[in-house]
């Protein structure tokens, strides 16, 4: 027996560690700490992005008490379907996806389905229902990197574009360029280009190298992913063009920041979600299936738009500080349930 006095104290003493909570009421199989092997199989991993996401998975994998083990095709999607199939021979109870191509992944997620594991995608459609897509909202990205260009150079201006089809998230903010490409005739896209060929960043820089020299008359350069950027700005800065083009983009790193800070930058803004909260994200999306629970046939981590005069009025140096001075960049409120405890911050 307990007085009303020790239970009252003891329930406060609860509510004030709700780490302890979470670990009491979570359900099978997370109430055995160390029981649950998951996957991680990635198509790209050069990259800060990569670097960010993968640092999210292990630290709710962490949180978690979950057993991950990372397998790296770099960029071969044969070998990502081959390691697709040493996960399911390994026994592991879930499976993340991160990124490749449809037509080899859609074939080896279905075999793990019906191996019965447990699977979610990152960024790669793999067309099967029973699979959820965890997204950046990539058509968003797009909508709201184009948007900062036309706010910037109005809606008449010589375009390049970098693209590589075929990629799920690229397709889709292709997607968005295209329409406002119809809804704003004055853009006149020049150029269009690209590679994944690592480095990426290298690789585009001597392509965009010989697309500024063909076409010294491009105002904004449209490169929806940070690494295509990069490449653009190093050539960009080596035509002594950085006072002319203007580069926007999609995601964010400590990187890119500092890039995006250095004075005469060409590169205006970017849109972005944190990658380490999308590997979080993706955790716990397959945590919930793990657990007999359903995150949706989406789940969608909402983008924020980070432009150089915003990083530049509030200081803003590195990824630390973008989430302490944008908080809601830190965390997103997707995936989650009562039980589920969040590393630490």
């Known amino acids: 027996m307990i007085s009303r006095r020790t239970f009252a104290a003891l329930a406060a003493s609860v509510a004030l560690a709700p780490s302890l909570a979470l670990a009491q009421d979570?359900?099978?199989?997370?109430?055995?700490?160390g029981?649950?092997?998951?996957?991680?199989?990635?198509?790209?991993?050069?990259?800060?992005?990569?670097?960010?996401?993968?640092?999210?998975?292990?630290k709710q994998a962490a949180a978690l008490g979950v057993n991950l083990q990372v397998f790296d095709s770099r960029?071969?999607?044969a070998l990502q379907a081959d390691m697709v199939d040493q996960a399911i021979a390994l026994g592991v109870d879930g499976i993340i996806i991160q990124h490749g191509l449809t037509e080899s992944m859609k074939e080896a997620a279905q075999r793990a389905v019906d191996a019965g594991i447990k699977v979610v995608a990152f960024d790669v459609n793999v067309e099967n229902p029973k699979i959820p897509q965890i997204e950046q909202s990539d058509r968003d990205?797009?909508?709201?990197a184009l948007e900062a260009a036309l706010a910037d150079n109005g809606n008449s201006f010589v375009a390049g574009y970098v693209y590589v089809p075929g990629i799920a998230p690229l397709d889709r903010r292709d997607e968005t360029w295209k329409k406002v490409k119809a809804d704003n005739p004055g853009i006149n896209e020049v150029a269009m280009f690209g590679t994944l060929d690592n480095p990426i960043a290298n690789s585009v820089a001597n392509q965009a190298r010989s697309v500024l020299s063909a076409n010294p008359n491009i105002q904004v350069m449209f490169a929806p992913y940070d690494e295509f950027a990069k490449g653009v700005k190093i050539a960009v800065d080596e035509a002594g063009m950085s006072g002319q083009v203007s580069i926007y983009s999609a995601d964010i790193s400590t990187a890119d920041i500092q890039l995006m800070r250095e004075p005469g930058s060409a590169w205006k803004a970017t849109a972005a979600t944190n990658p380490a909260v999308v590997g979080e994200v993706s955790v716990r999306a397959l945590a919930m299936l793990l657990a007999g629970e359903d995150p949706g046939p989406q789940v969608i981590v909402p983008p924020t738009l980070i432009t150089q005069a915003m990083l530049n009025e509030l200081d803003?140096?590195?990824?630390?500080e973008l989430?302490?001075?944008?908080?809601?960049?830190?965390?997103?409120?997707?995936?989650?349930?009562?039980?589920?405890k969040l590393p630490p911050r």
């Open 26 to 33: 979570a359900p099978a199989p997370f109430d055995n700490p």
């Open 35 to 58: 029981q649950v092997n998951i996957a991680l199989v990635r198509y790209l991993s050069t990259g800060d992005f990569f670097q960010a996401y993968l640092s999210g998975v292990e």
């Open 75 to 77: 960029q071969d999607a």
């Open 141 to 144: 990205l797009a909508r709201l």
């Open 316 to 320: 803003i140096k590195n990824m630390e």
């Open 323 to 340: 989430g302490a001075k944008l908080p809601a960049f830190a965390h997103a409120d997707v995936a989650m349930t009562p039980w589920m």
